[in-house]
């Protein structure tokens, strides 16, 4: 992939699109729970939406993850398990719906202390017991 096509911005979705793929897949599944999709894609870039939705068309990718900041930031919900979301291409095309099937929201957490070099330690306990810091 070039690096225009890494930095080109992901076009507009079309949404009038979007809406039109979301109605023909409610249509040929009845019993859905009444829901509005999200309508969005991958990666930061057209060309990285266009390889990300490949792997996801005609590979691999079953997955993607993202900061729940990013949600807040931007005003969308957090996804739910069972939701729909469509997926975009880096033109802004609809080409897939996808479904939530497992979620997982963690954060990781650690908390740590400077324990070298000695002019920036904590004043904490070494991982070998030992305090830092000065011994006067």
């Known amino acids: 992939m070039t690096s225009d096509a890494r930095s080109r ?7 009038a699109t979007a809406r039109r793929m ?6 040929a599944h009845p019993g859905l729970p ?3 999709p999200v309508v969005d894609h991958f990666g930061d870039s057209a060309g990285l939406a266009d390889e990300l939705l490949d792997l996801v068309l005609h590979g691999p990718k079953r997955a993607t993850a993202a900061l729940v900041v990013e949600f807040v930031e931007s005003g969308e919900p957090l996804p739910r398990l069972g939701s729909h ?17 497992e979620l997982r ?6 908390r740590f202390a400077v324990v070298w070099p000695p002019e920036h330690a904590d004043g ?9 810091g000065s011994t006067s």
């Open 34 to 36: 009444a829901e509005e």
């Open 22 to 27: 979301w109605d023909e897949y409610v249509a």
């Open 124 to 132: 904490t306990e070494h991982a070998d017991g030992g305090a830092s």
């Open 105 to 110: 929201l963690e954060v990781v957490f650690e």
């Open 85 to 101: 979301w469509v997926a975009c291409d880096g033109d802004g095309g609809p080409r897939a719906i996808l479904r939530s099937t």
């Open 9 to 15: 911005p992901v076009a507009p979705h079309d949404e």
